[in-house]
């Protein structure tokens, strides 16, 4: 299987991502207290970006790991990686780097998830602009998204967006998404969705879910 290029640099999208946060100049953004420091000033600088102030559990990572195993083979895509917490957990559940695509807006993000996860895709991109960043390359080679966006500080139509964006390079697969909500994070229906949760953990900050949700035309 050829691996998907990149279609955007970081370059592309520093002005969406808002102020810098920079890396420190040692290979301590490589360790979980870098990475973690890394996010913590990120959040300072765009909370609502981040949704959480604190990277994603081992436990929370674990759940998602384990829903990806549930659904289609192909490769995985993951949407909003951070520090790539969620990446990690997936590479420890058996899904191999060559399978996944991550999506990260942050370049400062960007680049510790290619200096900590080699043989990982890694995009510094908008994922509303999927079909632009992936191309007809990605066409049915998606068996699962996983969304770490937090859709549910979105306005709808920001949230159609995000969810054409994915149906586009991935049509029919939906997608899973984490969440702290307490009920969906998502107005299913609005959407054209039907949603799912599949799996709770407190041991993560916020105590969070995970959501399957996939087009009603799938069901």
């Excluded at 979980?32 to 420091?37: E, I, K, S, V, Y």
């Excluded at 054209?192 to 949700?213: D, H, I």
Aim: with cysteine.
């Amino acid at each position: 299987m050829q691996p998907i290029r990149a279609r955007a640099t970081s370059a592309d999208h520093t002005a969406a991502s808002g102020p810098s946060t920079a890396l420190p100049h040692s290979s301590h953004a490589s360790t979980a207290a870098g990475r973690a420091w890394v996010f913590f000033k990120r959040w300072l600088a765009n909370p609502l970006q981040m949704g959480s102030i604190v990277p994603s559990s081992d436990a929370l990572g674990s759940l998602v790991a384990a829903a990806v195993h549930r659904g289609p083979d192909g490769m995985v895509l993951e949407l909003g990686a951070g520090t790539g917490a969620l990446t990690a957990a997936m590479i420890r559940g058996g899904v191999g780097p060559e399978r996944l695509i991550v999506v990260e807006i942050v370049p400062e993000m960007a680049e510790v998830l290619r200096r900590t996860y080699p043989g990982v895709t890694v995009i510094c991109g908008d994922a509303w602009s999927l079909p632009q960043l992936l191309g007809l390359q990605a066409l049915g080679r998606i068996g699962s998204v996983v969304c770490g966006i937090p859709m549910v500080l979105l306005p709808l139509e920001r949230q159609q967006g995000l969810i054409d964006a994915i149906e586009a390079v991935a049509p029919g697969r939906g997608f899973l998404h984490y969440s702290y909500c307490v009920t969906s994070p998502l107005s299913a229906h609005k959407l054209g969705l039907q949603g799912k949760r599949e799996a709770w953990t407190p041991a993560n900050f916020p105590p969070a879910s995970v959501w399957r949700y996939t087009p009603q035309a799938a069901r």
